[in-house]
């Protein structure tokens, strides 16, 4: 890594598709070396959901959610306080209010949001793109454009990834492939068009996972666990059980069944990760991302069908598309790559590091190994200041170990007998 | 309150740790909960390096553990420290009561399961402050009217704390001369040489006798040289200046054999409550008797009782440290002889040391103090949140303001001292 190791805060949704994506972020942080804390947003999702049980006037419960809201994202700057971050890393929906959002501009703590979410679908962005410093997405278009106009000239386009450590192949038992597997298979939330298409697969071996289905009487038979959320470990032995994963992007427009959008979602690295077959509609972005040979794309419902046909007769062509694919995720497009991109993005927000690895010249040589192991375990790299080490150990959970305690009490014992602030 | 089911206690030979980085009175001030304690088990204690002679010699049946946490080592720290630490790990300790509010008190908690700690703790990188400390730094907002001394707040934290008359032994005149301590850690808090000197006079003049030893450590040398000046030439000759002189062998010796010790809110002075040799403390500015007054009964503190006492120690004194004064007037200086006198000066009170049901408490022997039927309430409310036998209310009403919406709402708070 030729960039310095630097202090990232996640600020975490509180619900929704891109809650583990930010968990595969920070995961993809550490591995390149950097100290990554998270605010837990979804620790705080249970609040608003009792406030909507209080069955009061809608003027009143705009009032409270707002009022929680405030809270949250005091939280949140309380946590930028403590950890003091080189960047907090917002994911989309990230409880920052835009009051929190002026705060950290004014204190001059970078910020920078990844809006993983269609800018069509979820307008709200308007109001909040000017206040981060940087705006990654993953729509090109005249998305960018958008952004300059309300105030945010410092976007840029970051595509989806998986994260191999997830979502790799796996070895299935017969019971497991019982349980988990069918000739055809999709796992996500019922769109119209996806409801639409479904219907035409009624005569496979067809199996539906994942939620918002309700009411849709013809594919009943088929949604598996009565339309419950299906959590990421299963998801991925259901993408590996299956013979063909239908991967069919979603769209709100009416009578659409192929929307032929832009981004590629999540779930199309996600299923190559894992060495897993899947069909994908055709999307604008996707050349630039897989080849032809990499992905089976088809364009419309007829073409969806003939795939179908085609390909569950040649489990060789299965395989081999699919190990292709998966080699180019593992080469180009996993949350390393991307974290990788997006500090480079933000290098020149950073201010200097100014960190000093000299500390570890004044370390008795009877603990160098014991530190080196110690360095090693919090995935930092050798060079790493005294006080990311620091917030590295404070950051683990549980009983510490006696090297680990006396790092912690030395920073005490720095900041009770040494006038001047820590080293960041 | 929730107290712990009887099945959960340790057993007999339970292992405790009690972690006390604080200076030299606060770990004599310790005692109510090391003895408590030692009823129930093995006691460890760890204090800074400096203090570890000094803690054997005060607890002999405590086995203490030294740690470099205060004074200048730098970096050498984190290799000193991770030696000391494998002692402590050597053990295994059914309960960690960790005593002060510092960061070094929260880093050394991580070495220990988050649940077997008392006091000040650190789960998960956050900073936790149990129940019943946290109500105690509340309480201290309000001074005047409440007041529970250290070594009780302390001593409560243990399941079965012992009665408070078991801590110290009752104070006894039995031995020789007038102990003479020149100044406490904080500067206000002590007396100048020349206010200092006529309370020496009288003093001597009550134990009637013996030689006048001045105590202290070597910075006081010109204090004690000042002093020794401002006394009447008829008691200089009486003068031992031990100023800097001691170890702390020395020093449990000499406190061991005085027949009354003259002293501000120092370490020593809690040494001689320990010992049980009299105490006549001076406190003024932020001093307060009903906080760190000397443990047990029979000792006396000529409390300041300006209307601005007790203060902070912190922020500086707008009023030039006015409640100084009252150590020269005549009226007290008679009081301090052991004569009668027919009127007490106003502004200071001698308050005379004795024990209740919850701990040590202070009456006013002469002078008056405004707020006794207040702080008798508090400490009614106080013994029952802490779950022992207290004294009766009285009749004015408990000052309830301490308490937060937050006892009310939240979980772990308002449980009294077996917490969490």
New interface residues.
Partial sequence: MNEPMRRILIVLPMYGGSLPIGRYCGQALRILGHVVEYFEAPGFHSAFSALKTLRVGTDRLDYLENSLLQVVSQAVLAKVEAFAPDLVLAMAQAPLSRQALKRLQRDKVPTAMWFVEDHEVFPYWKAFAPLYDTFAVIQKGNFPACLSEVGQPNAFYLPLAADPSVHHPLSLSPLERRKYGSELSFVGAGYPNRRLAFRQLINYDLRIWGNDWDGEYLLTPFLQRNGQRIDTDEIVRIFNASTININLHSSVRPGTLIAGGDFVNPRTFELAACGAFQLVDRRTLLPELFTADELAVFDSMSGLLQAVEHYRANPEARAEIAARGRARVLAEHTYVHRMDTLMAHLQSLMPPKTGDPSWLEEIPSDLREDLDRLLAKLGLNPSASFQDVVCAVRGQGGRLGRLETAILFLDEWKKQYTPKRPEK | MQREAAGTLPGPRARYLVIQLARFGDLIQTKRLLVSLMACGEVHLLVDRSLTALARLAFPGVRVHGIS?HG??G?????L??DD??EL?AHQFHRIYNLNY???N???A?????DQVRGYR?A??QRVVDAWPAQVMRWTKVRTTRGLNLVDVWGLYADQPVEPERVNPAASAGGIGLGVVMAGQNARRSLPPRLLAPLVHAASKRIGHGPILFLGAGAERRAAAELRAALPGSLRGAVRDLVGKTSWADLFEVVGGLGLLLSPDTGTMHLAAHLGVPVMAFFLSSAWCHETGPYGTGHLVLQAMATCAPCLETGSCPNGVLCRNVFSEPGLLRYVSGQDVAQFPPHVAAMASTVDSLGVCFRPDAGIDPFMEERQSFRAAVARIAGIPGPAPCSVPLDESWIQERDWMLPQTLRGRANE
Avoid: D, E, K
Avoid at chain 2, 110 to 114: E, R, T
């Fill in positions: 946490a200048t080592h970096p050498a720290i984190l290799g420290v991770h630490l494998q790990q510092s960061g070094l929260f880093a050394l991580s070495l220990f399961p988050v650190l998960h990188g």
